[in-house]
């Protein structure tokens, strides 16, 4: 696989997460954010099992440690950046989110003396400030949801950062699919745990109404529960596993910037959400970005890990 294929491949993720947002509003309109995680890549896991066993049974505990591994991090991003909704604007926990970006090149650095290209480097500075743009955050003050945003930036980093290093040279398709199988699973003890903590009430009183409204099963939930399972989840994991190892880190999560975007125009399909001028400025700069990193590494050819 080329550079430009696994990129379109996780731009195709990224557009999968962007429309799910949707169905993700379906799910948590009846049920409490971690333990909506825990359903979500719970019933993911046990839907792909039948399909992989015969490949799980054969693996290594290494593979096995690191799909889990990767689980781990991917649900510590996903609760840090729901929990930071719940306490700040959509915009400012989302431009958080976002700034990964820059700590995916100084994490990199730091842990295995990767060397981000120039243009890639150009990149980033560029999508930043189209996502700023785009989201339009206000930073009047520091609150709680912020904080807790700032926290998950290195934790993304390090998962799209462990992700290449993990898949990195490996071509057996039977390493994806325990990568994949191990990262659902990942994630549900760290969900459940968050639940059982925060929103439960059986340990702490939920910090605030959306986190402790448990669960109600209704048809809509049930809705968002399967296409996030089976979709949002499940095969978005396995495109990001399959392309990551033809690709950087760096220009994965520029490829991941896909996600707002298209969360945006869904929202305007379906919703009839607006879409004022700085969404589509911002919006614009983006994608300029995302072209511009594309073009340079046409430009370059394939990667050549620094470590």
Known sequence: MKNWQADLMIMLAA????????????????CSPALFLVLRFGVAAVAVYPLLRKSLAKADNKLRLEGFIL?????????????SINFTTVGRASFLTGMCLLGIPILGY????????THSLIAVVIAIIGLYIFLNPSFSGINVGDVVGLISIPVWALYMIYMSVFTEGKTDPKVTYVYLFWQLVGVVPLAL??????????VLPALSPDLG???????????????????ASLLTVFLQTVAQRFT????????????????????????GEPIDS??????????????????GGLWIGPRKTEA
């Not at 689980?71 to 729901?82: A, K, P, V």
């Not at 409204?213 to 979709?231: D, I």
């Not at 970005?289 to 594309?294: D, L, M, T």
């Open 15 to 30: 557009s999968i997460w962007g429309f799910s947002y949707i169905s993700s509003r379906w799910g948590l309109s009846s």
């Open 110 to 117: 730091v842990l295995f003396r990767q060397i981000v290209k």
């Open 71 to 83: 689980g781990l991090l991917m649900g510590g991003g996903y609760i840090l950046q729901t929990y």
């Open 248 to 271: 950087t880190a760096v220009q994965a999560m520029l490829c991941f910037q896909m996600e707002p975007l298209v969360a945006i125009v869904a929202g305007w399909l379906v919703l």
């Open 278 to 295: 700085h969404t589509l400025v911002g919006g614009i700069i983006i994608l300029f970005a995302v072209i511009f990193s594309e073009l």
């Open 193 to 202: 745990v968050t639940y059982i903590v925060f929103e439960s009430g059986l």
């Open 213 to 231: 409204k448990g669960l109600t099963v209704t048809p809509l939930f049930l809705a968002g529960l399967l296409l996030n399972s089976l979709l």
